[in-house]
Antibody, heavy 123, light 113 residues
Framework: EVQLLESGGGLVQPGGSLRLSCAAS????????MTWVRQAPGKGLEWVSA????????YYADSVKGRFTISRDNSKNTLYLQMVSLTAEDTAVYYC????????????????WGQGTLVTVSS | DIVMTQSPDSLAVSLGERATINCKSS????????????LTWYQQKPGQPPKVLIY???TRESGVPDRFSGSGSGTDFTLTISSLQAEDVAVYYC?????????FGQGTRLEIK
């Protein structure tokens, strides 16, 4: 059974930093693109970032480019999102998601999602 | 960036009736080399993550009831629920994966009339 478990969310002050983790199990983690998607309270879905199966290619939304860094450790089956210079606009539930296409370099659709971790940026 | 626009924003349909949600992309998401539309549909219920229903515009995900179907090509797509059930109350999103940044529609809220 595929499981994705996010952690690392919480309350952080504007300008602060946070690192999210997503522990994956139930599939061969190293063979799938992984993605972060966020959802502000009461709002729609916003794609944040993706990383290829090897970690060699990364992709970012303009809204987070230069502030967020996606990475993965295939030996630990874990996906990360390092977030710096956080603002109130970054307040959201952050989901990690598994790509639906095997062994590709670019994101496609997402066939499994974690339950999400809430990041609140407020003073 | 490819802009995805859904219509309507909200929809109320009687139980057993057909529900239709539209999604329009600002440019074609049909990849000519493989003739596939890079378009997917998700269902999101309150307090839950999204669940994939349809991918490649018309391929139903395993385990999804066959009352859900996807159609369309190029820039215009439709999600149809042939006979609405109470458990289908949710927000529905389309998403393109033709190019990064990946973009979602704004969502369509489906309710029971």
């Amino acid at each position: 059974e595929v499981q994705l478990l996010e952690s690392g969310g919480g309350l952080v002050q504007p300008g602060g930093s946070l690192r999210l983790s997503c522990a994956a199990s139930g599939f061969t983690f190293s063979t799938y693109v992984m993605t972060w998607v966020r959802q502000a309270p009461g709002k729609g879905l916003e794609w944040v970032s993706a990383i290829s199966s090897s970690g060699g290619s990364t992709y970012y939304a303009d809204s987070v480019k230069g502030r967020f860094t996606i990475s993965r450790d295939n030996s630990k089956n874990t996906l990360y999102l390092q977030m710096v210079s956080l603002t109130a606009e970054d307040t959201a539930v952050y989901y990690c998601a598994k790509d639906g296409v095997y062994f590709h370099t670019e994101p496609h659709y997402f066939d499994y999602w974690g339950q999400g971790t809430l990041v609140t940026v407020s003073s | 960036d490819i802009v995805m626009t859904q219509s309507p924003d909200s929809l109320a349909v009687s139980l057993g009736e057909r529900a239709t949600i539209n999604c329009k992309s600002s440019q074609s998401v049909l990849y000519s080399s493989n003739n596939k539309n890079y378009l997917t549909w998700y269902q999101q219920k309150p307090g839950q993550p999204p669940k994939v229903l349809i991918y490649w515009a018309s391929t139903r995900e395993s385990g999804v009831p066959d009352r859900f179907s996807g159609s369309g090509s190029g820039t215009d797509f439709t999600l149809t629920i042939s006979s609405l059930q109470a458990e289908d109350v949710a927000v529905y999103y389309c998403q393109q994966y033709y190019s990064t940044p990946i973009t979602f529609g704004q969502g369509t809220r489906l309710e029971i009339k």
